[in-house]
T-cell receptor
């Protein structure tokens, strides 16, 4: 597996503001993804973070709301923009390690929007 | 029909018992199958991949039935530490690393 870190681990934000979440992994990875887990629900894929190019978004998620960067193979950021209480959720990054098939998850960022 | 369906439970099982979870998936093109466990307020952790011939890892046995599009997980000699939510996960097709998660089955092992 790999060591995956996310910052911040949690935050409480006011509506209308933006928060950028960082994901760093200590191994070579092929794929990086961002997920959301709303209270009491399972994980929903937001987008695939592509190195050096625009992320690939899933249906229902748009770049203006969730801009993503991946400047290199082991680091990515997700920004939650113009937040509303409905954005309160856990945001998780996941990676596929080079040579492996499985996905491993970061510890998540617990976001509360007031 | 949901892409991945699981019985949400809860399953309350005495310590030492055997428990089985089932999962069905709708995408016949799915090629990769996994069970993850998620503890309260933690990230999902990979429990095991599921192979066509079935596979075992200690007390855990996973089975795949492609014809019925059905996956199972069996836990033998359950421990208190097995209490968690178990997520059935499938990929979206051949060579597609995007995953679809079931809503999870909540298991509580009772002393």
């Amino acid at each position: 597996s790999a060591v995956i870190s996310q910052k911040p681990s949690r935050d409480i934000c006011q509506r209308g503001t933006s928060l950028t979440i960082q994901c760093q992994v200590d191994s070579q990875v092929t794929m990086m993804f961002w997920y959301r887990q709303q209270p009491g629900q399972s994980l929903t894929l937001i987008a695939t973070a592509n190195q050096g190019s625009e992320a690939t978004y899933e249906s229902g998620f748009v770049i203006d709301k969730f801009p993503i960067s991946r400047p290199n193979l082991t680091f990515s950021t997700l920004t939650v923009s113009n937040m509303s209480p409905e954005d309160s959720s856990i945001y998780l990054c996941s990676v596929v390690i080079l040579g492996m098939n499985e996905q491993y998850f970061g510890p998540g960022t617990r976001l509360t929007v007031t | 029909r949901k892409e991945v369906e699981q019985d949400p439970g809860p399953f309350n099982v005495p310590e030492g018992a055997t428990v089985a979870f089932n999962c069905t998936y709708s995408n016949s093109a799915s090629q990769s199958f996994f069970w993850y466990r998620q503890d309260c307020r933690k990230e999902p952790k990979l429990l095991m991949s599921v192979y066509s011939s079935g596979n075992e890892d200690g007390r855990f046995t996973a089975q795949l039935n492609r014809a019925s599009q059905y996956i199972s997980l069996l836990i033998r000699d359950s421990k208190l530490s097995d209490s968690a939510t178990y997520l059935c996960v499938v990929n979206r097709g051949f060579g597609n690393e995007k995953l679809t998660f079931g809503t999870g089955t909540r298991l509580t092992i009772i002393p």
